[in-house]
């Protein structure tokens, strides 16, 4: 609770929503101590928007600005503003496939975390579980971390190790990802919400 009032959570996503709706069913049930006041999207017609309508959270669709892989500076200020308005203390990136730069980060310092589908620092960028078939590692997984200024590059938060199994499709491995990220994430909000995470430059410990 801050102020008396209960933790409150900001969701961007491009996506169906799954990582979304994994924490939105976890607040729900009383598992993360907190709120979702606000999901946005860039993308007008994405999963996670209608997930969140059908569960009665705020959502709206916010436009990226002219670039195709960042938010410009205006959609930035827009994307911030909205969130504070929404009394937003986390911003969570739930397959929201776009970078933050600057002016977004500074107005939510150290508050800004993301859901990457690989073993960071392995398969940073797109697509991770097709790196990491490609490749041919035995074991790969998803990585929640704080979002710093590089891509994929903030301090770890938590871990979860996934097989390759021989036969994998791209597909087949990234529903086996899926299934670990709806368990990782959930916690993870949840150690936050608590302020049970305590970062140290790159390193994250758990507190009290
Ligand atoms: C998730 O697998 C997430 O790890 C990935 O997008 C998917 C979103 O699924 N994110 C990234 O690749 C970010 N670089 P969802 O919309 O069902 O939550």
Same mark, same amino acid.
Do not use: K
């Given at each position: 609770m801050r102020n008396d009032r209960p933790f409150r959570l900001g969701v961007l996503g491009s996506g169906k929503g799954s990582n979304f709706v994994a924490i939105a069913e976890a607040c729900a049930a009383g598992? $993360? %101590?907190?709120?979702?006041g606000l999901v946005i999207s860039d993308?007008?017609?994405?999963?996670i928007l209608s997930q969140a309508q059908t569960r009665g959270i705020p959502q709206t669709f916010l436009a990226p600005g002219k670039y195709r892989t960042k938010l410009d500076e205006a959609a930035e200020q827009a994307y911030a503003g909205a969130l504070q308005e929404a009394g937003v203390d986390l911003v969570i990136l739930a397959g929201f496939m776009r970078i933050l730069k600057g002016g977004f980060l500074q107005a939510f310092a150290g508050r800004v975390i993301n859901i990457h589908p #690989?073993?960071? %620092? #392995?398969? %940073?960028?797109?697509a991770a579980w097709r790196q990491a078939l490609e490749y041919g590692v035995k074991v790969t997984g998803c990585t929640v971390h704080f979002v710093d200024q590089?891509?994929?590059?903030? %301090? $770890? $938060?938590a871990q979860q190790t996934v097989p390759v199994l021989d036969g994998d499709t791209a597909d087949t491995l990234h529903q086996r990802i899926q299934a670990a990220e709806w368990q990782l994430y959930p916690e993870c909000v949840a150690a936050l919400a608590r302020g049970q995470v305590i970062v140290r430059g790159r390193q994250t410990v758990a507190g009290p």
């Open positions: 598992r $993360i %101590p907190a709120q979702v993308v007008p017609d994405a999963g #690989s073993l960071l %620092p #392995s398969f %940073p960028g797109l590089g891509v994929d590059t903030g %301090p $770890i $938060i």
